[in-house]
């Protein structure tokens, strides 16, 4: 069955950086979209970048323009968000999701809190 497991969350002063992965299986990897989304308590769950099949990425949320990055490896079933410059208000569980057959499945998060 498709899995997602993500990791590379933690602790960050503000202004630092982290990198997380998302290791995929029961799927055809490379034939798929890929997205991250977050989360805050409270909150509807936003959508923040998408990637291609083919590695052509959109970053959907204005606020992390120019400071985050999605990228995936085929070769390792892997999706990856390079997020640089964080800020207090980046704090939040990040989701890694992909639609297969029309059903959305979202791993377990992992959380990414900013803070001095």
């Known amino acids: 069955q498709v899995q997602l497991v993500e990791a590379g969350g933690g602790l960050v002063q503000p202004g630092g950086s982290l990198r997380l992965s998302c290791a995929a299986s029961?799927?055809?990897?490379?034939?798929?979209?890929m997205s991250w989304y977050r989360q805050t308590p409270g909150k509807e769950r936003e959508l923040v970048a998408v990637i291609s099949s083919t590695g052509n990425s959109i970053i959907a949320t204005d606020s992390v323009k120019g400071r985050f990055t999605i990228s995936r490896d085929n070769g390792k079933n892997s999706v990856y968000l390079q997020m640089n410059s964080l800020k207090p208000d980046d704090t939040a569980v990040y989701y890694c999701?992909?639609?297969?057959?029309?059903?959305?499945?979202w791993g377990q998060g992992t959380q990414v809190t900013v803070s001095s």
């Open positions: 999701n992909v639609i297969v057959s029309a059903v959305r499945y």
């Open positions: 029961g799927f055809s990897f490379s034939r798929y979209a």
